[in-house]
């Protein structure tokens, strides 16, 4: 077997080995979902406009929580979070009370101006996530920022 070939078995090995713990806490994830107290849930609003995301994005782990993402700038905004979300038990993405949309892992949101988008979940892996939009350079801009999770 030449390297280039035993580079790419080794990393299909490491890349099943992920897809499989994957598996295993999204289930995790969903009695997560299904225990938590949802009665005792906080809602967290983040305002995005140019070129920022305005908001306290400190979470306590095992606390449920609605994070409104509401888009009060002129332009479209992305909240790209994908470690964050991998570290986060996900109930579901609801728009403006007209859809929701159920997945174990989210990687990012795009809002649109005057647009909002709700995501209820469970904070739970400990942690410093980075959040921020990829559109042309509004990362540069200053829309890159940390969710802190204790
Ligand atoms: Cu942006």
Known sequence: ?????????????????????????????????????????????????????????????????????????????????PEFFKNIATRKAQVNGQAEIKADYFNAFEILPGGQLDLYFVAHNKGEFPVYCTIDNHREEGMDDLIVVN
């Not at 999204?26 to 997560?32: I, S, V």
């Open 1 to 81: 077997m030449n390297k280039r070939l035993t580079k790419l078995a080794v990393a299909l090995v490491i890349s099943g080995a992920s897809l499989t713990a994957v598996a295993e806490s999204a289930k995790e994830y969903q009695e997560m979902v299904k225990n938590a107290d949802w009665d005792a849930m906080k809602t967290v609003t983040v305002n995005i406009d140019e070129f920022s995301y305005d908001a306290n994005l400190t979470l306590q782990a095992g606390q449920t929580y609605k994070l409104e993402m509401k888009n009060i700038g002129e332009k479209k905004h992305y909240f790209t979070a």
